[in-house]
Structures are given as structure tokens and as C-alpha cells.
């Protein structure tokens, strides 16, 4: 029946703007809950990167039932735990990594970006520093952050050869069956002097990725990979390796590395990765 109704939303072309509105409400009123809430935790301690608000502790988001054997017994970094969200302006540990980097690794300044699947607060960042071109394969559903936004399937992308010099894209990858495809179109439109942001989850105990790219099931891929879309696990050492397979020079940033900006409360044990074009400096 759910699927019944989100069938007939779309061919009214409903179901896009009701999930956006909805959504909105939801994080409102989540806002504001979790800032009265959190009043009390004002302080020192944790230091949001995009709304400067300091708090001893940031509100936890913990794996629901259909999915926390998937997250908890692959020990995956997928933005759960302690200290992810900002109980001010809701940004997550995962949004706040991606402003470490473009604020610390990667000057967007005057920059041409491609943004997957905009965050909201990351292209608020953005979008007066840079000409920012956003991009999703369900654009409607982000008409509310950008309503330029384009549609694009990752994996033949519609831009030139050398288009940008800056790509975010911040775990998309784990969507995508023929994920490798995607690598090879994002690294086709960066310039030579280019560099991606390209976070994945991953798992700090498998030995090798699982994937089933041609699985269309939620239930299963709850049960599996964590979320109802995603089509794999990664290990980070496989990662990297299909990211040099696609020509990206990859250097990852790790843990220890990011220490100094833990501030922020960034997820414990998550690294940076970035690929470059060019060859490492």
C-alpha cells in the first residue's frame, strides 16, 4: 500500500515536495527539542564549525532496529554514535568533516565545485565563494537547497572533460552499483589541478568489501549494508584501491591527523579521503 501511494504521489508529481516538506518539519521540530534539551550542556567542550555553538556534549544518533547488526557487527563508520549532531543548527559529524576540509585541505575559493546531492549547510558554505553546480539523480528532493539543482546519474555525467576543480561528494558512493563507473565520470570532469572530496561509509573489521550491486530489495539492504539504498560495505584499503583504479590519486587524511579538529566533533576513527588528479605534492 506504501509503495501504492508513492507510485501514484509521483505521477501526480506530489511525492517529491510532501517528502521535502515533511522532512523540514520533522528537523524543526527536532531543532528545537534538542535545543531545549541541550540548554542545559551550554559551554565549553564541542564547537560546531558552521554555527560556532559550544556545548559540553552533542546530541548521540544511534542505528535503528532494521538496521544496527548490519552497522554495529561490521563496525562500520556510517556517522553514528556520540556527538553527531549539533543541537543548535542540527549539522551532523559528517557535514562538519567536509567544512574541515574545504575551511583546512581544499581551497574552494573562486572555484568551479560540483556538489552531489547538496547538503544543505555545506552549500550554504559554498555558494558565495564558488560557482557551485549541485547535482542528484532525484533533484526534486533538494529543490529546497538549491533550486538550480540538475538532475545527473553519477555515472554518465553530462559536463565536459576538466569542467571542475572541486567535487563533493559525500557518501554517494555506497548508492551506485557500478560504483567504479562513477569513479571513472567524476575523475573524467575534474581538472588537472582538481581535487574530490569523496567520503564513503566503511567497516573497521571486514576484510574485504561486500556488495550486491544488482540487489533491490530495502529490507535486505537494511539487513546487509546498513541503509535501505546502499548496495555495498567498503573496506577502506578496497576503497582507495578502486578510486587509483579510476585514476584518482588518493591521500587519505587520518584520525590522528584530524585531532586538532575534533572540536568540532567529528566521527571518532573517520578519516579524510581525498583524490587528486594530479600527482601528490
Known amino acids: 500500500m506504501k509503495e501504492q501511494l508513492k507510485t501514484f504521489l509521483k505521477k501526480l508529481g506530489l511525492y517529491h515536495q510532501l517528502q521535502s516538506n515533511y522532512r523540514r518539519a520533522l528537523s ?3 531543532r528545537l527539542q534538542n535545543k531545549w534539551a541541550y540548554d542545559k550542556y551550554k559551554g565549553s567542550g564541542f564547537i560546531c564549525n558552521f554555527c560556532e555553538a559550544t556545548y559540553q556534549k552533542f546530541v548521540p544518533h544511534y542505528p535503528g532496529p532494521d ?5 554495529n557487527s561490521n563496525k562500520v563508520i556510517a556517522g553514528y554514535g556520540e556527538n553527531v549532531i ?6 551532523k559529524s559528517r557535514e562538519r568533516l567536509v567544512k574541515v576540509a574545504l575551511d583546512n585541505f581544499v581551497n574552494v575559493e573562486n572555484k568551479e565545485v560540483l556538489h552531489f546531492s547538496p547538503e544543505k549547510k555545506v552549500y550554504r558554505h559554498i555558494k558565495d565563494k564558488a560557482r557551485v553546480t549541485t547535482v542528484d539523480i532525484e533533484p526534486a528532493f533538494y529543490k529546497t537547497v538549491d533550486p538550480s539543482i540538475q538532475f545527473a546519474d553519477a555515472t554518465k555525467l553530462d559536463f565536459a572533460d576538466s569542467r571542475f576543480d572541486i567535487i563533493i561528494a559525500n557518501h554517494i558512493l555506497e548508492h551506485i552499483p557500478d560504483d567504479m563507473k562513477a569513479m571513472k565520470e567524476m575523475f573524467r570532469v575534474l581538472n588537472e589541478n582538481g581535487v574530490a572530496i569523496l567520503q564513503v561509509p566503511w567497516s573497521q573489521s571486514l576484510s574485504t568489501t561486500i556488495e550486491d550491486p544488482g540487489i533491490n530489495n530495502p529490507a ?3 539487513r546487509l549494508y546498513g541503509q535501505k ?3 555495498r560495505i567498503y573496506t577502506l584499503d578496497n576503497y582507495t584501491t578502486r578510486l587509483m583504479s579510476a585514476g584518482f590519486r588518493v591521500k587519505v587524511i587520518t584520525p590522528t591527523e584530524l585531532i586538532p ?5 567529528l566521527q571518532v576513527n573517520e578519516p579524510l579521503v581525498l583524490g587528486y588528479k594530479s600527482s601528490l605534492s
Do not use: L
Open 28 to 30: 524543526s521540530f527536532n
Open 261 to 265: 579538529f575534533q572540536k568540532h566533533a
Open 67 to 71: 538496521i544496527a547488526e548490519a552497522i
Open 86 to 91: 549539533c543541537p543548535n543548527c542540527m549539522s
Open 220 to 222: 535486505k539492504q537494511c
Open 229 to 231: 539504498d546502499h548496495v
